[in-house]
C-alpha cells in the first residue's frame, strides 16, 4: 500500500479511484446557522430512521462571483474554531486522499459528537460522505489493526468502516483517522427486530471465528485481557477509592458516605465470591475470543440491501480478549428485559451452528453479572 509523510505526521492512501478535487477552487464561506458551542450527541441521534433536525453546519460553498477561497484554509478554520488539534496534518490526509482538481465542490463540516465529524463533498460519483475521527494514539492504533489486521485474518474485513487513512498529529497528542460514511442506519434509530437479529449473527459470528485463534496473543497484547483478571481488578480499585474517601481532601457529604457505604455492601460480597466465579468461568465460559468491548446499540450499522442486510460495527476503541459473555451482557442491557430472552435464543441458534453450547440459564447470570 503506498504511503507518503509529511514532517512526523503520516497517511495512508486508500480509494485513488475517488473523484478528485481542488482544495482552492473558487468559493465563498456560508454560515447556515451559527456553530453552537457544545454540539457533542450521539452520532445516531438524527439520520434516515429519525425525524430529528441536523445539527449545526459549517459550509463551503462554491461562488462565481467571489474572489477565490481557499478550501484547505476555510476547513482548517473551522476546525480550530472547535479548538481541534492537528488540522493542518488532517487537512494534508485529505488532499492526498481526495486528489487534485474537480468542479466546484461543496464542503459541510458537521459534528456528531466530540472528536467526531462528518465531511460531505458535492454529490458525485462515488463515496461523498467521510467521518473524521480524532483519538489518542493508542487508541488509533487498536482501531487500525481491528480495520487492516484483525478482522480481515478472520474473514471479516467487511464488518467494519473502511479505514480510508491517518493523520498523526506532528506533536505525538493525537491521531486523525478518516472513515467511509456508513450513514446513519445504527440499531439505536432502526431497531427493526430484522436488524437486531442480522447483528446477533455477526457477534456470534465474530466469537467463534476468532475463539482460539492464532492471533488472540497479539490481540491481547496490544489490546485488554477482558477475562476475570479485569473483573477482579476493578472490583478491587473501586473499593480502594471507596474506603480512601474518608481521608479525601474535602470533607464528604453524608448522603455521599451513605451512598459509599451502601456501593461497599455491594463490593465487599462480590470481590468475595470471585473464587466461584471464577470455576463457573472456567467451567462454562468457553474459550476466549476477541471482543468488541463496547456493543451499544450505536455501534452497529445495519443496512437494507439487494440481499438483505449488511451488519458493520464501529469504534473499536475498547476491543479486547476474553470471554463471550462480555460482549453479550453488555449488549443485552442495551435492550428492554422483555426483548433479552429471543435475543439470547437468537444467539445461543447462532452459534450452535458451529458447534457451540451456550450453558444454561444459571450459569450464564454468573457470567452475566
Known amino acids: 500500500m503506498p504511503t507518503a509523510s509529511s514532517g ?14 481542488s482544495p482552492t477552487t473558487s468559493a465563498t464561506a456560508v454560515w447556515r446557522a451559527r456553530w453552537p458551542r457544545n454540539t457533542s450527541m450521539p452520532v445516531a441521534s438524527w439520520g434516515v430512521c429519525s425525524s430529528k433536525p441536523w445539527p449545526s453546519v459549517w459550509a463551503i460553498q462554491r461562488s462565481d462571483m467571489n474572489a477565490a477561497i481557499d478550501h484547505t484554509t476555510e476547513l482548517r478554520h473551522a476546525l480550530e474554531r ?36 462528518r465531511l460531505q463533498l458535492k454529490p458525485g460519483p462515488g463515496p461523498r460522505s467521510l467521518i473524521l475521527k480524532r483519538s489518542e494514539p ?29 493523520a498523526a498529529e506532528r506533536q505525538g497528542r493525537c491521531v486523525w483517522q478518516i472513515y467511509e460514511d456508513l450513514g446513519d442506519e445504527t440499531l439505536d434509530r432502526c431497531p427493526e427486530r430484522s436488524r437486531v437479529e442480522s447483528a446477533v449473527e455477526l457477534v456470534a459470528e465474530l466469537h467463534t471465528r476468532a475463539a482460539a485463534h ?32 474518608p481521608r479525601a481532601a474535602f470533607q464528604p457529604s453524608a448522603k455521599t458516605m451513605a451512598l459509599r457505604d451502601r456501593l461497599l455492601d455491594r463490593l465487599y460480597p462480590a470481590l468475595t465470591d470471585a473464587p466461584r466465579r471464577a470455576q ?18 450505536a455501534n452497529a450499522f445495519v443496512t437494507a440491501t439487494g440481499n438483505g442486510t449488511r ?22 442491557m442495551r435492550f428492554s428485559p422483555a426483548e433479552r430472552p429471543w435475543l439470547l435464543s437468537h444467539y445461543r441458534q447462532a452459534v450452535a451452528v458451529v458447534g457451540w453450547r451456550l450453558p444454561a440459564e444459571r450459569e450464564l447470570n454468573v457470567l452475566f453479572e
Open 8 to 21: 512526523s505526521g503520516t497517511w495512508t492512501r486508500r480509494r485513488a479511484r475517488w473523484p478528485r478535487w
Open 82 to 117: 472547535s479548538g481541534e488539534p492537528g488540522a493542518a496534518e488532517l487537512l494534508e490526509a485529505l488532499q492526498a486522499l481526495l486528489g487534485a482538481e474537480a468542479d466546484g465542490p461543496t464542503i459541510a463540516l458537521t459534528q456528531l459528537k466530540r472528536r467526531v465529524y
Open 138 to 166: 493508542a487508541i488509533a492504533q487498536l482501531n487500525r489493526l481491528v480495520a487492516e489486521r484483525w478482522l480481515p485474518a478472520m474473514g471479516l474485513g467487511d464488518r467494519c468502516a473502511p479505514l480510508l487513512a491517518t
Open 214 to 245: 492464532p492471533l488472540l496473543p497479539e490481540v491481547r497484547h496490544h489490546s485488554k485481557d477482558l477475562g476475570l483478571s479485569f473483573f477482579v481488578s476493578n472490583l478491587a480499585d473501586a473499593i480502594r477509592g471507596l474506603e480512601a474517601l
Open 280 to 297: 463457573v468461568l472456567k467451567e462454562a465460559g468457553g474459550p476466549d475470543t476477541l471482543l468488541h468491548g463496547d456493543l451499544w446499540r
Open 311 to 332: 451488519v458493520r460495527l464501529i469504534d473499536w476503541d475498547h476491543v479486547g480478549v476474553g470471554p463471550f459473555s462480555y460482549d453479550l451482557s453488555t449488549f443485552l
